[in-house]
């Protein structure tokens, strides 16, 4: 019987979990699956790391907590793995706002804490935080340890971190936190493990996935980052806005005569590549339609994120490297090609053929800038920190 941890990744439409064992140097998988609770009949899939079929479960009628899926997940555990072999539970979660630097275990005063957080990220926290509290009732003694999405740009300082609203206002919490942290330190791990020497200089991340953002990286730390308070501001997301002209949230208000929640949905639910494009929020039916609205939306996409990756280059006094990865990073290789093409005057050249073939290194041999693919892991950054947090309450040797 090994110690394991669980990791859960809460997304904002299924919850993503991996099983690590936690005895050896690093964390390693032993398998992974997907918890889809909000189906008309919810259902659980195990996989192996691989990606071979493990155990599937699905249940007759919703399931909104997925508390009944956890206990399914914590009792495959058992029946594999042995009974008390799960040492903790890592959660992802989205916001840690200005308390917390690094990963906490989760008590009811820290969740109190996170529950606040609620309006600045509706679309996640309330996801990220209600496994937690589906576990606590199934196993109370369990240990469970909340990894923050924020917490990689906690030493986001001024300009970058401010908004140019009243001071008094920054006191009260609301400035610039940035998000997608667990998987901009994944990558920069890897990137300062497969390429140190450009690690150590002036990098950008893009995350571009079903939410997206851009991490301004200097000697491995955010220096700037294109979320801000919210995971709705910065580039142009599946449903989300990204950056918007602040009136226009108040004309809506004002003369379209809408709520603030109905201007909530529109924001985070309706807008992006689905509101503009009218079709979908998916990149890859997108780049598959022939429908006009579905260019423009993909127009719109490379464009912000040119645009912001050059506004992140100017925080860094430069660009040395471009590091792509999330679901559309890593591989819609059509999507990397027009942003490199969009940043040329930025002395960026990607390889047609090394970028088809998603190599790790796709610039070409005359590109002033290094440009790499390197696949996400926010659940082994959450099982080294969970392994972390146990050393430090010496429960693991
Ligand atoms: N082969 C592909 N080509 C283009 N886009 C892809 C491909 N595979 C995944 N994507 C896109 O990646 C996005 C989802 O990214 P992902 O990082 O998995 O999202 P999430 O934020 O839910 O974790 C979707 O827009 C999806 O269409
Ligand atoms: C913070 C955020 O946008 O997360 P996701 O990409 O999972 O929606
Ligand atoms: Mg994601």
Same mark, same amino acid.
């Given at each position: 019987?090994?110690?394991?941890?669980?990791?859960?990744?809460?997304?904002? @439409? &299924?919850?993503?979990?991996?099983?690590?064992?936690?005895?050896?140097?690093?964390?390693?998988?032993?398998?992974?699956? $997907?918890?889809?609770?909000?189906?008309?009949?919810?259902?659980? #899939?195990?996989? @192996?790391?691989?990606?071979?079929?493990?155990?599937?479960?699905?249940?007759?009628?919703?399931?909104?907590?997925?508390?009944?899926?956890?206990?399914?997940?914590?009792?495959?555990?058992?029946? %594999?793995?042995? =009974?008390?072999?799960?040492?903790?539970?890592?959660? *992802?979660?989205?916001?840690?706002?200005?308390?917390? &630097?690094?990963?906490?275990?989760? +008590?009811?005063?820290?969740?109190?804490?996170?529950?606040?957080?609620?309006?600045?990220?509706?679309?996640?926290?309330? *996801?990220?935080?209600?496994?937690?509290?589906?576990?606590?009732?199934? %196993?109370?003694?369990?240990?469970?340890?909340?990894?923050?999405?924020?917490?990689?740009?906690?030493?986001?300082?001024?300009?970058?971190?401010?908004?140019?609203?009243?001071?008094?206002?920054?006191?009260?919490?609301?400035? %610039?936190?940035?998000?997608?942290?667990? &998987?901009?330190?994944?990558?920069?791990?890897?990137? /300062? %493990?497969?390429?140190?020497? $450009?690690?150590?200089?002036? #990098? #950008?991340?893009?995350?571009?996935?079903?939410?997206?953002?851009?991490?301004?990286?200097?000697?491995?730390?955010?220096?700037?980052? +294109?979320?801000? $308070? +919210?995971?709705?501001?910065?580039?142009?997301?599946?449903?989300?806005?990204?950056?918007?002209?602040?009136?226009?949230?108040?004309?809506? =208000?004002?003369?379209?005569?809408?709520?603030?929640?109905?201007?909530?949905?529109?924001?985070?639910?309706?807008?992006?590549?689905?509101?503009?494009?009218?079709? &979908?929020?998916?990149?890859?039916?997108? $780049?598959? @339609?022939?429908?006009?609205?579905?260019?423009?939306?993909?127009?719109?996409?490379?464009?912000?994120?040119?645009?912001?990756?050059?506004?992140?280059?100017?925080?860094?006094?430069?660009?040395?490297?471009?590091?792509?990865?999330?679901?559309?990073?890593?591989?819609? /290789? =059509?999507?990397?090609?027009? !942003?490199?093409?969009?940043?040329?005057?930025?002395?960026?050249?990607?390889?047609?053929?090394?970028?088809?073939? /998603?190599?790790?290194? !796709?610039?070409?041999?005359?590109?002033?800038?290094?440009?790499?693919?390197?696949? +996400?892991?926010?659940?082994?950054?959450?099982?080294?920190?969970?392994?972390? /947090?146990?050393?430090?309450?010496? =429960?693991?040797?």
């Amino acid at each position: 019987m090994a110690d394991a941890v669980l990791v859960l990744n809460s997304g904002s @439409s &299924s919850i993503k979990f991996g099983l690590f064992d936690i005895s050896g140097a690093d964390p390693t998988l032993l398998c992974k699956g $997907l918890l889809d609770e909000h189906e008309a009949k919810p259902r659980l #899939v195990v996989t @192996s790391p691989a990606g071979e079929d493990l155990f599937e479960q699905r249940k007759d009628e919703a399931d909104a907590d997925g508390g009944h899926l956890l206990a399914d997940v914590l009792a495959f555990v058992d029946d %594999r793995f042995g =009974q008390g072999s799960l040492r903790a539970v890592g959660h *992802r979660v989205v916001h840690g706002g200005p308390d917390y &630097s690094g990963p906490v275990e989760l +008590t009811d005063d820290v969740m109190a804490r996170l529950a606040a957080l609620t309006p600045q990220a509706p679309l996640h926290q309330p *996801r990220c935080l209600a496994p937690v509290r589906a576990i606590s009732a199934i %196993r109370p003694a369990l240990m469970q340890i909340a990894c923050f999405d924020t917490a990689f740009h906690h030493g986001l300082a001024p300009p970058a971190s401010r908004f140019a609203i009243p001071r008094h206002y920054e006191e009260r919490g609301i400035r %610039r936190y940035g998000f997608h942290g667990l &998987s901009f330190e994944y990558v920069a791990g890897r990137l /300062a %493990r497969i390429a140190p020497e $450009l690690a150590a200089k002036r #990098v #950008v991340i893009a995350h571009l996935g079903n939410g997206a953002s851009l991490c301004a990286l200097r000697g491995g730390r955010s220096i700037d980052t +294109t979320m801000g $308070l +919210t995971p709705l501001d910065g580039l142009v997301m599946g449903t989300r806005c990204g950056t918007i002209d602040p009136g226009v949230l108040l004309y809506l =208000q004002q003369h379209e005569k809408m709520s603030v929640d109905a201007v909530q949905h529109l924001l985070y639910h309706e807008s992006g590549l689905l509101g503009v494009s009218g079709l &979908s929020a998916d990149m890859r039916a997108l $780049l598959a @339609s022939r429908e006009p609205a579905a260019r423009e939306a993909v127009d719109l996409f490379t464009y912000r994120a040119a645009q912001e990756t050059a506004v992140m280059a100017n925080a860094l006094g430069g660009l040395d490297g471009l590091v792509f990865t999330g679901g559309i990073g890593e591989h819609a /290789a =059509q999507i990397r090609g027009a !942003i490199g093409d969009r940043l040329a005057w930025l002395g960026v050249r990607i390889d047609a053929a090394a970028n088809n073939a /998603a190599h790790e290194r !796709i610039n070409a041999n005359d590109s002033a800038v290094d440009v790499l693919v390197i696949p +996400t892991d926010e659940e082994t950054t959450i099982a080294r920190h969970c392994v972390a /947090a146990l050393r430090a309450k010496a =429960q693991v040797s």
